[in-house]
């Protein structure tokens, strides 16, 4: 098992450029979650997916997008990258459709710059 | 709102010796999780142990074992025979029955050889 993969590991975009990062698991999970990292910030909730067909926000949503693609897969999109997204981005996964008192297993990140 | 804090930033240890990691939560929840998540310098999070609030037994993983005092809202983190490996950030986190993940700051360890 892979568990949790995420790609790119590394990417620079210009100010106003777009991306999807793309996020998959292995592990027959029904919930997913994209979450942003900042120095001395903790990690903080961006959207998540309860079950497939189905997305939310979360703390720091706006600027971003997300689609969950089948029940492996959740995107996160950047339509137009600000500065103010340079940052580390997990994607995690976990089981049952509750996003509530689970435990939750993380991809290895991916570093973004915005420059 | 539930909240998680890690008050000191920094710790360090000798190999093979003991080191406490602190953690205080507020929630107002009676039935929720505890988490120490490990980050080394891959910045993979990786699960290092899980206490459900309703048991009284603290949690051990090999090295790893928690303090859990729920009365004082208090969850550290014990590693014994540190080893180099060990050096990493550290985050606390919390969710309940009605309140997601919520994670402390992090706490860098590093391990004196």
């Known amino acids: 098992n892979a568990g949790v993969t995420q790609t790119p590991k590394f990417q620079v975009l210009k100010t106003g450029q777009s991306m999807t990062l793309q996020c998959a698991q292995d592990m027959n999970h029904n919930s997913m979650y994209w979450y942003r990292q900042d120095p001395g910030m903790g990690l903080r909730l961006i959207y998540y997916s309860a079950s497939e067909g189905t997305t939310d926000k979360g703390e720091v949503p706006n600027g971003y997008n997300v689609s969950r693609l089948n029940k492996r897969e959740f995107s996160l999109r950047l339509e137009s990258a600000a500065p103010s997204q340079t940052s580390v981005y997990f994607c995690a996964s976990s089981e049952g459709t509750s996003i509530y008192r689970v435990t939750q297993y993380f991809g290895p990140g991916t570093r973004l710059t915005v420059l | 709102a539930q909240t998680v804090t890690q008050s000191q930033p920094e710790m360090s240890v000798q190999e093979a010796e003991t080191v406490t990691l602190s953690c205080t939560y507020d929630t107002s929840e009676s039935d929720y999780y505890l988490f120490w998540y490990k980050q080394p310098p891959s910045r993979q999070m990786i699960l290092v142990i899980r206490q459900e609030a309703y048991k009284q037994q603290n949690a051990t993983e090999n090295r790893f074992s928690v303090n859990f005092q729920k009365a004082a809202k208090s969850f550290s983190l014990k590693i014994s025979d540190s080893q180099l490996g060990d050096a990493a950030m550290y985050f606390c986190?919390?969710?309940?029955?009605?309140?997601?993940?919520?994670f402390g700051k992090g706490i860098t360890l590093s391990v004196r050889p």
């Open positions: 986190a919390l969710t309940g029955a009605n309140s997601k993940l919520t």
